[in-house]
């Protein structure tokens, strides 16, 4: 039974993952517990078939729609805190510099010692109060994205755009990622390539794959870069150059929110047998796999029984192996679903705020134009939209007057504006 606490979003009870954290020599011992969704879900049940129709939890506003019940999710297998539970542990040793040394999977009894949420972690760890458990985890995040580095990982951390419930309605908020969360994720990637290596090795399994760049998304890169007045060595990857903007910027933001095109055509690729051509993950930088969030995700309770086993070094089971194939569509659909979800509840807020705000003039960034048109952020409230005008100067703050807010049509659209009076 390892002893861990659970760093998520606050108020969750889903809780899928905890990790702790130990020095080992000169490197360290990571043990990551998932929690164990396949020792409650019967393969081939109804709850499996509603899973799988399902795909992954979607989140609106002021509801979930959960992959699975709640009494499960959010208690049966959820790691919640004090609580011993059935879980996936997986253990990686690594080196000093964040490689990895060693890695093994299997079943395990867990029990969370604590549930952090973001906020005070962060807290905990400005002030040097980290638990002993994640103590190491700042100095393992580190090493792991200066690895990330060496891949040419493609990173684009923009600040995230939220739907929140202020005051009994709801507004938009930019919410940035802590250093603490940056550290944390870097487990889950680190658990979800060392997945992709074993499956890969044994020739059997699915990964989360992005495709690399193509040459006309970075050659047209280059030239918003040049046109930005940012720096690009000849020789130097996209993702190096993007790891030195300064999203703080206007202009050096608009450059960041160009790259996006360079993250196009993520899906799920399926292999037993020969493996496929295509394995890379090119975000990352590396071969990938979902494995870390089983609760609110079909497809990484398949992935993990596949690795238990070959770690392990038994046979597959047969449930999780003779699902493979048909994955890759389910979760497509799945993740089609969220990304809508996302954004019509982003859209619909967007027009609600600014209902009653036609023909007013806002400050706004020019993130991108096209001849006739581009895409524009508000400085208040953090409305994306698009506007009408010819040559929007990108990266520069303009004047635009707000033309539509439908809500029932989930459209704002704004056009180029010149007056001085600007609403705050």
Same mark, same amino acid.
């Not at 080992?24 to 019967?42: E, M």
């Not at 569509?329 to 954004?343: C, G, K, P």
């Given at each position: 039974?390892?002893?861990?606490?659970?760093?998520?979003?606050?108020?969750? &009870?889903?809780l899928?993952?905890?990790?702790?954290?130990?020095?080992?020599?000169?490197?360290?011992?990571?043990?990551?517990?998932?929690?164990?969704?396949?020792?409650?879900?019967r393969p081939?049940?109804e #709850?499996?078939?509603e899973?799988?129709?399902?795909?992954?939890?979607?989140y609106?506003?002021?509801?979930r729609?959960?992959?699975?019940?709640?009494?499960l999710s959010?208690?049966a297998?959820?790691?919640?805190?004090?609580?011993?539970?059935?879980a996936v542990?997986w253990q990686?040793?690594?080196? *000093?510099d964040?490689t990895? +040394?060693?890695?093994?999977?299997?079943?395990?009894?867990?029990?969370?010692?604590a549930?952090l949420?973001?906020?005070?972690?962060?807290?905990?760890?400005d002030g040097?109060? #980290?638990p002993?458990?994640?103590?190491?985890?700042p100095?393992v995040g580190?090493? +792991?994205?200066? #690895?990330a580095?060496?891949r040419?990982?493609i990173?684009?951390?923009?600040p995230?755009q %939220? $739907?929140?419930r202020e005051h *009994?309605?709801?507004?938009?908020a930019? &919410?940035?990622?802590?250093p603490?969360?940056?550290?944390?994720?870097e487990?889950s990637?680190?658990?979800g390539?060392?997945?992709?290596?074993l499956?890969?090795?044994?020739?059997?399994g699915?990964?989360r794959?992005?495709?690399?760049?193509?040459?006309?998304a970075?050659n047209?890169?280059?030239r918003?870069?040049?046109?930005?007045?940012?720096?690009?060595?000849?020789?130097?990857?996209?993702?190096d150059?993007?790891?030195?903007?300064?999203?703080?910027?206007?202009?050096q933001?608009a450059?960041?929110e160009?790259? /996006?095109?360079l993250?196009r /055509?993520? /899906?799920?690729?399926?292999?037993?047998?020969?493996?496929?051509e295509?394995?890379?993950h090119?975000g990352?930088?590396?071969?990938y796999a979902?494995?870390?969030?089983p609760?609110r995700r079909?497809v990484?309770?398949y992935?993990t029984? $596949?690795?238990?086993a070959l770690? /392990? *070094?038994?046979?597959?089971a047969?449930w999780?192996?003779?699902?493979l194939?048909?994955l890759?569509?389910?979760m497509?659909?799945?993740?089609?679903?969220?990304h809508? $979800?996302? &954004?019509?509840a982003?859209?619909?807020?967007?027009?609600?705020?600014?209902?009653d705000r036609?023909g007013e003039?806002?400050?706004?960034?020019v993130i991108?134009a096209?001849?006739?048109?581009?895409?524009?952020?508000?400085d208040?409230?953090?409305v994306r939209?698009r506007?009408?005008?010819?040559g929007?100067p990108? *990266?520069?703050?303009?004047?635009?007057?707000l %033309?539509?807010?439908s809500?029932e049509?989930?459209?704002?659209r704004?056009? &180029?504006a010149h007056?001085?009076?600007?609403?705050?």
């Amino acid at each position: 039974m390892t002893h861990a606490p659970a760093i998520d979003p606050a108020g969750s &009870r889903d809780l899928d993952q905890a990790v702790h954290i130990a020095r080992d020599g000169d490197g360290y011992l990571v043990h990551c517990a998932i929690a164990d969704v396949a020792a409650f879900v019967r393969p081939g049940g109804e #709850l499996d078939g509603e899973a799988h129709r399902r795909g992954a939890t979607l989140y609106f506003p002021d509801v979930r729609v959960p992959l699975h019940p709640p009494v499960l999710s959010e208690g049966a297998a959820s790691l919640l805190p004090g609580q011993i539970r059935p879980a996936v542990l997986w253990q990686i040793g690594l080196a *000093g510099d964040g490689t990895v +040394r060693t890695v093994a999977v299997s079943r395990a009894r867990v029990r969370s010692t604590a549930q952090l949420d973001y906020t005070g972690a962060q807290a905990a760890l400005d002030g040097g109060t #980290l638990p002993t458990a994640i103590a190491a985890l700042p100095d393992v995040g580190r090493a +792991r994205r200066a #690895l990330a580095r060496t891949r040419h990982a493609i990173d684009l951390d923009l600040p995230e755009q %939220l $739907v929140e419930r202020e005051h *009994g309605s709801y507004t938009i908020a930019l &919410r940035e990622t802590l250093p603490i969360e940056k550290y944390n994720a870097e487990i889950s990637l680190l658990t979800g390539m060392c997945a992709a290596s074993l499956m890969l090795d044994a020739r059997v399994g699915i990964l989360r794959t992005v495709p690399p760049p193509d040459h006309g998304a970075v050659n047209a890169l280059r030239r918003a870069a040049h046109a930005l007045g940012i720096n690009w060595p000849h020789d130097a990857h996209p993702g190096d150059v993007l790891a030195q903007v300064d999203r703080s910027d206007q202009r050096q933001f608009a450059f960041v929110e160009h790259a /996006g095109a360079l993250l196009r /055509g993520a /899906g799920y690729t399926a292999f037993d047998g020969a493996p496929p051509e295509q394995p890379l993950h090119s975000g990352i930088g590396a071969p990938y796999a979902h494995v870390t969030a089983p609760l609110r995700r079909l497809v990484d309770r398949y992935a993990t029984e $596949v690795c238990i086993a070959l770690s /392990g *070094g038994t046979s597959i089971a047969e449930w999780a192996r003779a699902a493979l194939s048909a994955l890759p569509d389910e979760m497509q659909q799945a993740d089609q679903r969220s990304h809508a $979800v996302d &954004r019509a509840a982003v859209d619909a807020t967007e027009a609600w705020l600014l209902r009653d705000r036609i023909g007013e003039v806002f400050a706004a960034v020019v993130i991108d134009a096209d001849e006739h048109a581009g895409t524009v952020v508000l400085d208040a409230p953090p409305v994306r939209a698009r506007c009408d005008g010819a040559g929007l100067p990108v *990266g520069e703050r303009i004047n635009v007057r707000l %033309l539509t807010a439908s809500v029932e049509q989930r459209e704002v659209r704004f056009e &180029r504006a010149h007056e001085v009076t600007v609403t705050r």
